[in-house]
């Protein structure tokens, strides 16, 4: 029997040990995906409160000495709770309480202030996953391949390519180029780099240590989350700065789209709903709009649609858009459902509307994943109007929820969501509401278009069964990443 490909995958959090957007959910499902495919991959990923007693993780070999000045850190290794079934994954969890057993979340304080040690935080998470790819790690188990995410685990790449060892091959994933983990380069001595590795071709960006610049620099290859992404980050609109190092790199670039947990996003077995429902029997979704309505203490009329929102407030994601429409468009028989958290005067904006349109705006500040999922099983439009989106997860759990997602063409809404036309309702394609470009004028329109559909009920069923009835799981993708691991360990092509 052949042996397995190794693949350790590098992350800064994993559902449902730490999740603060769609990266945790992603770190959870593709390592699982993987394994079912004959991977060896294992997770690695910094010990937060509690993550070592969920995972009941037992400390594996002696401590890792990472950083200079600091001590050594402790390998705790378990098993992943509530992935793929029967997938079984092992994680490495870094254990330090200097670094990471603290109260708030993975990257800021319970007040949203980042951590003030985010520079030495992640670094230790980048190099203890270089020195496993250099068969230093705390047992005898070595990776062929380190699987890089984002800035937090950015100088892997690095450090594997300055180490005198045999390594492992690397792939750093863009989940979002806007995040790039810019530091004073004051930090160089303290993050053990060599100052000879500070300039245009190595870690420096703009006159500061760049976490992801040094993962796309010296990163065997880099991998986005959608093909649409991987385009317009090669542009000056979408590229912040990198857009020249992206078009260098195109060799080594792929866009490979995120699939979804569809097992834990299934309208008809998802333990958060009030009634189960499929595209074989919607009247389940009924039940559950009546649910929301209640939850958010909305008027109880199963015949109004409902706007969904639920996203982080920013501005990248387009909630100033939403904001200068809601006024207008609840003039006509409407409500809206909203949740999350971010800008703290976007937060203010839809807490004071609703309390002027009580009963019409439902707003709950925060994230609550019970009630995320119930919003996607309750509304009936959900509104993705971003500036740029590299992959998108909601529009998935969407469609698949019988919710025609409302999303600007960018990214992985480009890439997921087939606009309602005549045409693609006769070709059996279309799923949702797409506008061009990031404004309210067109985004109105759209949003107009869509309510006019919703008095034709039977076309809307036909645009809800298609979205229901695609697939967007992690196999195909999962698939993917095992092709591009193949090209960089060619021995593997038979497995």
């Known amino acids: 029997m052949a042996e ?11 559902f449902p040990l730490a999740k603060t957007g769609g990266l945790g959910d992603v770190s959870s499902v593709l390592p699982s995906t993987l394994r079912q495919l004959g991977v060896d991959a294992r997770i690695l990923m910094p010990a937060y409160p509690d993550v070592i007693a969920r995972l009941d993780a ?31 994954t092992p994680v490495y969890a870094i254990a330090s309480p200097a670094l990471y057993a603290r109260s708030g979340g993975p990257y800021a304080d319970d007040s949203g202030h980042d951590w003030p040690d985010n520079a030495i935080r992640f670094a230790v998470l980048s190099k203890v996953a270089a020195l496993m790819g250099c068969g230093a790690g705390p047992d005898d188990w070595w990776p062929h391949i380190v699987h890089c995410n984002d800035w937090q685990s950015g100088l892997t790449p690095a450090y594997l390519a300055l180490a005198d060892s045999v390594r492992a091959r690397s792939v750093l994933s863009i989940h979002n180029l806007a995040f790039q983990g810019n530091f004073s380069p004051d930090l160089m001595p303290a993050l053990g780099l060599p ?23 010296y990163a065997d290859h880099i991998s986005t989350v959608s093909r649409s992404y991987a385009r317009e980050i090669q542009t000056p609109e979408f590229g912040f700065g ?48 009546r649910l929301l309505q209640a939850r958010l203490a909305l008027e109880p009329d199963p ?21 200068g429409l809601v006024d207008e468009l609840l003039e006509q028989p409407l409500q809206w459902a909203v949740l999350g958290s971010g800008d703290k005067a976007y937060e203010a904006q839809w807490r004071a509307l609703a309390e002027i349109y009580p009963g019409r705006v439902g707003v709950s500040i925060g994230y609550h994943e019970e009630l995320a999922h119930l919003v996607e099983a309750g509304a009936d439009l959900f509104l993705m109007p971003s500036r740029f989106e590299p992959c998108g997860l909601n529009q ?7 919710v025609l997602p409302v999303v600007r063409r960018t990214g992985g809404l480009a890439d997921s969501v087939v606009d309602i036309t005549p045409r693609s ?23 107009l278009r869509a309510l006019l559909l919703y008095r034709d009920q039977a076309t809307w069923r036909q645009a809800q069964l298609h979205g229901m009835r695609r697939d967007f799981s992690w196999a195909a993708s999962a698939a993917r990443y095992l092709e591009l691991y193949r090209t960089l360990q060619p021995g593997w092509s038979s497995m």
């Open 4 to 14: 397995a490909l190794r693949v350790l995958y590098v992350t800064s959090e994993v």
């Open 58 to 88: 037992r400390p594996v070999g002696a401590p890792v000495p990472t950083l200079p000045g600091l001590e050594p850190v402790q390998l705790f290794q378990g098993i992943l709770p509530d992935a793929v079934p029967g997938a079984l």
């Open 303 to 323: 015949e109004l649609p409902i706007l969904a929102l639920v996203t982080r407030l920013t501005y990248q994601k387009g909630v100033d858009l939403v904001l």
């Open 195 to 217: 100052w000879s590795c500070f300039h245009p071709r190595g870690v420096e960006f703009y006159g500061q240590i760049s976490y992801l610049k040094a993962g796309l620099h």
């Open 242 to 289: 990198m857009q020249g190092l992206l078009v260098e790199a195109n060799d080594r670039l792929t866009g490979i789209m995120n699939g979804i947990d569809a097992l834990r996003w299934n309208p008809a077995t998802d333990p958060y709903l009030a009634a189960p429902y499929s595209s074989e029997d919607l009247s389940g979704k009924l039940d559950n709009k």
């Open 425 to 447: 309702l006769l070709d059996g394609a279309a799923t949702g509401f797409v506008f061009e470009n990031a404004n309210r004028e067109e985004l109105r329109a759209c949003l």
């Open 396 to 402: 998935m759990y969407s469609m698949r929820y019988g």
